[in-house]
């Protein structure tokens, strides 16, 4: 473990580097925080404040120091990416689902639900594998209530 811990990114760091050399699954640590593997892992990659009693708990199930449990319950920087465009091919799939099918999903949501948006902050995740004899499938549903833009 680092000694010093001197942002959110330090703390993302030791938890992936005792992530790997301890085996641990997301869900695992999700499982001990009562909360989902979706969200659970947004927030020890940096993006959700854990409050006191989860970020104890994560502060246990990586051996993090003190340091690094309370600047788990710091509001982080949210939605950063170390480059405009994704250069990882997993997270480029993302971005090029939303090249292709954004505005596709942007007229779709504003026939049904009118002018506005779908929140990030009220929102929800479930990522399953969905098997196929023509191969595995990835499910993700997005679940965000609507906002719509008002008129002043």
């Known amino acids: 473990m680092t000694t010093s811990i ?10 992936l580097i005792a992530k790997v050399a301890k085996g641990i699954k997301w869900s695992d640590v999700a499982d001990k925080i ?4 979706e969200w659970t892992t947004a927030g020890c990659l940096g993006q959700m404040t854990f409050d006191k009693k989860q970020a104890e708990a994560i ?10 449990v309370a600047w788990l319950q710091v509001v982080p920087y949210k939605g950063s990416l170390p480059t405009a465009v994704p ?9 090029e689902v939303i090249n292709i099918y954004g505005g596709a ?4 949501v504003h026939e049904e639900f009118g002018d506005g948006i779908m ?3 009220d929102f929800s995740m479930d990522i399953q594998r969905e098997a196929d004899p023509k191969g595995d499938r990835v499910n993700i549903v997005l679940s965000g209530k609507f906002l719509p833009y008002k008129s002043y």
């Open 6 to 15: 001197r942002n959110r990114d330090d703390v993302t760091a030791e938890i």
């Open 34 to 37: 009562g909360m989902s593997k």
């Open 59 to 68: 502060g246990e199930v990586f051996d993090l120091p003190d340091e690094a």
């Open 87 to 95: 250069t990882d091919a997993a997270m480029y799939r993302f971005y």
């Open 105 to 108: 999903m942007k007229e779709l």
């Open 119 to 121: 929140s990030a902050i």
